[in-house]
């Protein structure tokens, strides 16, 4: 089974900063790497595909990169509807895989 | 879109098997993978299981095989069991449509397993 390990687990940043989260495999998985915004009471959302691919309709501060084993989803000015946690997710082999999540709160 | 929506009982006694729907519309089942993934509480997201409309299934080895999905295409709906039930398995359970990147999401279920 493929580990995802997400860092940090609680990122405590403001409104209008930038958010630089990673994840990382226990083995390369390519770019079968998408990311998930999740909030509290609502289905995840996806946000990133392929590692680097946005989403129709997700707003372009959000940006995914990495291949193999480092990743990283970047959002690069925190609006107030951002604050939730994200999970990475790995879909090169089965069983898929996500990481632990980080938290994104409000400073 | 694809919406999917889950239904099923919110409590379920130990060792007893649970089964829940995910009823699909905006969509067939045709062509395409449908996903479950649950969620214990405080905990992060554990992957289930899929099956492809055709039938084909693969699941998560941590259920040492108490878990099973199937097809209902008549209904536009696909279901998971999962046997033996235990605290563990207390969780808000989840469907999606995709193998891989999991693009629509039901809302979730809260299923707990309690005597």
């Known amino acids: 089974e493929i580990v995802l390990t997400q860092s940090p687990g609680t990122l405590s940043l403001s409104p209008g900063e930038r958010a630089t989260l990673s994840c990382r495999a226990s083995?390369?998985?390519?770019?079968?790497v998408a990311w998930y915004q999740h909030k509290p009471g609502q289905a995840p959302r996806l946000l990133i595909s392929?590692?680097?691919s946005r989403i129709t309709d997700i707003p372009d501060r959000f940006s995914g990169s990495g291949s193999g084993t480092d990743f990283t989803l970047t959002i690069s000015r925190l609006e107030p509807e951002d604050f939730a946690v994200y999970y990475c997710?790995?879909?090169?082999?089965?069983?898929?895989?996500f990481g632990q999540g980080t938290k994104v709160e409000i400073k | 879109q694809v919406q999917l929506q889950e239904s099923g009982p919110g409590l379920v006694k130990p060792s007893e098997t649970l089964s829940l729907t995910c009823a699909v519309s905006?969509?067939?089942?045709?062509?395409?993978?449908w996903t479950w993934i649950r969620q214990p509480p405080g905990k992060g997201l554990e992957w289930v299981g899929y099956?492809?409309?055709?039938?084909?299934?693969d699941y998560n080895p941590s259920l040492n095989g108490r878990v099973s999905i199937s097809l209902d295409m008549s209904r536009n709906e696909f279901s998971l069991h999962v046997t033996s039930m235990a605290a563990a398995d207390t969780a808000v359970y989840y469907c999606?449509?995709?193998?891989?990147?999991?693009?629509?999401w039901g809302q979730g279920i809260l299923v707990t397993v309690s005597s």
């Open positions: 083995q390369s998985v390519d770019n079968s």
């Open positions: 999606a449509i995709g193998s891989g990147r999991l693009q629509f």
């Open positions: 905006g969509g067939s089942l045709s062509g395409n993978h």
């Open positions: 099956i492809y409309y055709t039938g084909t299934a």
């Open positions: 997710q790995q879909y090169r082999n089965t069983p898929r895989t």
């Open positions: 392929g590692a680097s």
